[in-house]
């Protein structure tokens, strides 16, 4: 064989070897992210949330090679009840509450953060947002999304009319105020409630309350709901009982709205047919009875917990609380969408919000010293049905005062002091 002709074969040689390491590393490649597993995740995200956190999923796929399964539902509470009984839990479920949080804490289903999460990365986050069953006790779920209550939404064309705010506030008829939510109607009657009791009598009170030390039969308490029934007549109290919440503020834009306010939590905005065109103002001093000095603010979370522990579990989660994972969630949300929030103080607050308004929001969110976790989320869940069911009752028919409503509220509050598996958080307030 001439030189020129083993050259030649040398080269096919060497070529097709590259061929085959090349197939190899490609099939290598798709081989190496299946062994690493999966991690299944369950949250309450759907629509055009529910794809920004796909997309934050699939970039965790691509820098880890772990697959993630993610179920999105609106019915988490019972998707996740019935899995959890079933024996078959998501490895992460992402929590609307506190509450629930503690109760799965407290049947041991989960498992403690302070092994998982590195100190540094915990302490970007303060106490609020890393709720315990004790004060000295392990941490058992972060917030990975905040959003912000205490405020009252209007139409930014309304700083150009002549009718205050503190005007059209006193005016019942100017709310605009929806109820419905399906199994959980009821929610944003509590939310009323939460934010009066707070502005009118501070964050102790508050916090004793909402923690089950403050009886519901208090005159300060009562003080809270008869201040909130003073606010709506009849019809629209009867509206406001037929109106999904998430239509509720819809009315408050146009030439002639029906409506002027609406008292809701920051997450609302996304709903709004124009959200650049809202704006708003804190809850204190609208609000009926309360002090426009007070700087006391009621604010929600939605906390990841690991409900299975395994290698893949805990890289995710170290991921969702990450800064980097935040900022880049930001960033996959549409602009007209509801925009997340976040409490890690890690995260720029530019990358909160595209305006001032949400700038705004999580300015406030980094405020410790003045936020307070929602009373109801915080309770156990028998209560915090209670709670809703009787804000509903009570909207029927404001003319009757709460107080029946308030005793029935207390025996249950009684009977569940001393309930293991249905336990209370020690503390609520930054």
Known sequence: ?????????????????????????????????????????????????????????????????????????????????????SGTPPDIAVLPSSGELAAYAAQRQLTPLDGVIPSRERTAYGKLWKPRLSAKGPVYGIAVKADLKSIVWYD?????????????????????????????????????????????QGRSVYEDWATGGLPWTDPRVARAWRSWGSLFGKDTARTALITDFRKAGTKLFGTDPPCALEHQGSFIRGGYPDPAE????????????????????????????????????????????????QRAWGEKTARNSTHPFFANRDVQLDTQGDDAVGVRIAKTLRDPASLCLDA????????????????????????????????????????????????WLSTVCG
């Open 156 to 200: 930014r064309d309304r700083d150009r009319r002549p009718d205050t705010l503190s005007a059209l506030a006193a005016d019942g008829r100017q709310w605009c105020v929806g109820m419905g939510d399906d199994a959980a109607s009821g929610w944003p009657g509590t939310d009323w409630v939460e934010d009066l009791l707070l502005q009118q």
């Open 376 to 423: 109801s989320d915080a309770m156990p869940t028998r209560m915090r049905v209670a709670f809703q069911r009787a804000a509903l009752a009570y909207l029927s028919d404001t003319s009757k005062p709460p107080d029946g409503l308030l005793r029935s509220l207390e025996r249950i509050r009684r009977s569940l002091r001393d309930t293991r598996d249905q336990p």
């Open 278 to 325: 809202a704006v708003f103002a804190f809850s204190p001093g609208l609000l009926p009875d309360t002090d426009r000095r007070s700087t006391a603010r009621e604010v929600s979370g939605d906390f990841a917990a690991m409900f299975r522990d395994t290698p893949q579990a805990q890289e995710l989660m170290r991921y969702l609380i990450s800064a980097d994972a």
């Open 1 to 85: 064989m001439s030189a020129a002709k083993r050259s030649g074969h040398a080269t096919a040689t060497v070529l097709g070897l590259w061929m085959v390491l090349l197939c190899v590393v490609g099939a290598g490649d798709t081989s190496g992210w299946q062994s690493r597993g999966s991690v299944s995740v369950l949250a309450s995200w759907t629509g055009d949330e529910g794809e920004a956190f796909r997309g934050l999923l699939d970039t965790f796929t691509r820098r880890t090679g772990i697959h993630v399964d993610y179920q999105g539902t609106t019915a988490l509470r019972e998707v996740l009840s019935s899995e959890v009984a």
